[in-house]
């Protein structure tokens, strides 16, 4: 019985993580992050592109490259990350 009732509820918080999806653009338009809807992503700074992972941890979004982890803070509709990165949705 209690699996029965865990299953819908684990479904349930999985449909709340916020839907990041889509092209976001740095503040001054030098660089882009596409996040695709199977996790993977594409940061392109100054027409140069790299491959990277991200994954949706609540309100923070955890980008994953060889480089290193970042942590992107979720604002409303921006993502805010280290040294001032400031990030807004492009509309679709």
């Known amino acids: 019985m209690r699996a029965l009732l865990l299953c819908p509820m684990l479904l349930l ?16 338009g030098l660089s882009t992050y596409e996040f695709l809807d199977d996790g993977q992503l594409r940061i392109t ?19 994953s490259s060889p480089q ?10 921006e993502l805010r990350g280290p040294m001032g990165l400031a990030l ?5």
């Open 13 to 28: 918080l999985a449909a709340c993580e916020p839907d990041i999806a889509g092209v976001w653009t740095e503040e001054t």
């Open 45 to 63: 700074v100054l027409g140069t592109t790299v491959a990277a992972r991200y994954r949706v941890d609540g309100e923070q979004v955890l980008v």
């Open 68 to 77: 290193g982890t970042v942590v992107l803070d979720i604002h409303d509709n």
């Open 88 to 92: 807004v949705r492009n509309a679709p």
